[in-house]
């Protein structure tokens, strides 16, 4: 990997819904993101209806130099009524993401992945929304510290399926511009 990693963002397709099992496999993203061991069926109908356009949510795969590491996916709040109960939120977008291939953690790519979605794909895709969210479960230290190395400020905790979650936001004005961490 070079010193400054190349991160570029592209769809997620049904060609890679395989890759995204196996992904949300792993026991690092289990812990956390999928807590249930889950059939490439069980992700097709999952993440097909994203994929078809039949459903709000803007689903990518990160790639760094090349190679796909990590899921992300952006979504519009409020085409999300029970979502917006949760985090009590209106406005703006709300991000999703993990690290799939475990050869890429402990990198500094969740970061750097994170701030160029924001800055090149989730903001751009709704250009109306000034603010972007996240949660993560309050155990989830490492991703609690890439989400505010990303620019991310904790804004109140909330509860999801009886889970203590950190509600972050950034704005759109303070997103950082993407490039090498120092």
């Known amino acids: 990997m070079s010193a400054t990693p190349e991160i570029s963002f592209r769809r997620l397709g049904a060609s890679e819904l395989p890759m ?14 999928q807590k249930s061991l889950v059939s490439l069926e069980d ?6 209806p994203a994929i078809h356009g039949e459903e709000p949510s803007s689903c990518h795969l990160a790639f760094c130099n090349g190679e796909p590491f990590a899921y992300l996916q952006c979504y519009r ?5 029970d979502w917006c109960r949760i985090i009590d939120v209106a406005d703006g977008i709300s991000i999703d993401l993990f690290i799939g291939n475990p050869a890429y953690l402990g990198r500094g790519l969740g970061r750097t992945a994170l701030r160029a979605y924001l800055q090149d794909v989730a903001f751009p895709l709704y250009a109306c929304e ?23 400020r904790p804004l109140r905790p909330f509860m999801e399926d009886g889970v203590e979650m950190l509600l972050l936001v950034i704005d759109r004005a303070d997103t950082p511009k993407c ?3 120092l």
Do not use: Q
């Open 130 to 152: 000034h603010r972007a969210y996240i949660g993560h479960d309050l155990t989830n230290t490492k991703a609690l510290r890439c989400s505010r190395a990303a620019g991310f």
């Open 179 to 181: 490039g090498p961490l």
């Open 43 to 48: 992700v097709n109908l999952e993440y097909g």
């Open 77 to 81: 709040n409020r085409d999300y009524p």
């Open 20 to 33: 995204l099992t196996r992904w949300l496999a792993e026991p690092h993203v289990r812990r956390f993101y």
